[in-house]
Nanobody, 112 residues
């Protein structure tokens, strides 16, 4: 019923930018937060950023100042603008809602 679809991943050089999108369909509570997770090769999945229904935003220390999360409620879409990308940002990025709904991921590869 609930579907989250990520897009916008790709391959970029260090210092470059990408913008990820997550489109939601099906019923998701209006009080649920949405966020971005990532899983890098050989590492555990980690929370990158989260935005709550009231606009409250969280960023992981590793991306603070470089990434920007936003939400367009009319389009049921969440975005992650990623600037000044580093090699260590290489990962599969996942969209999540309410802490229980997940997209299938979009791959980001950053090379030097």
């Amino acid at each position: 019923q609930v579907q989250l679809v990520e897009s916008g991943g790709g391959s970029v050089q260090a210092g470059g930018s990408l913008k990820l999108s997550c489109v939601a369909s099906g019923y998701i509570s209006s009080t649920c937060g949405m966020g971005w997770y990532r899983q890098a090769p050989g590492k555990e999945r980690e929370l990158v950023s989260n935005i709550n229904h009231d606009g409250t935003i969280f960023y992981a220390t590793s991306v603070k100042g470089r990434f920007t999360i936003s939400r367009d409620n009319a389009k049921y879409t969440m975005y992650l603008q990623m600037n000044s990308l580093k090699i260590e940002d290489t990962a599969v990025y996942y969209c999540a809602a309410c802490g229980r709904y997940w997209g299938q991921g979009t791959e980001v590869t950053v090379s030097s």
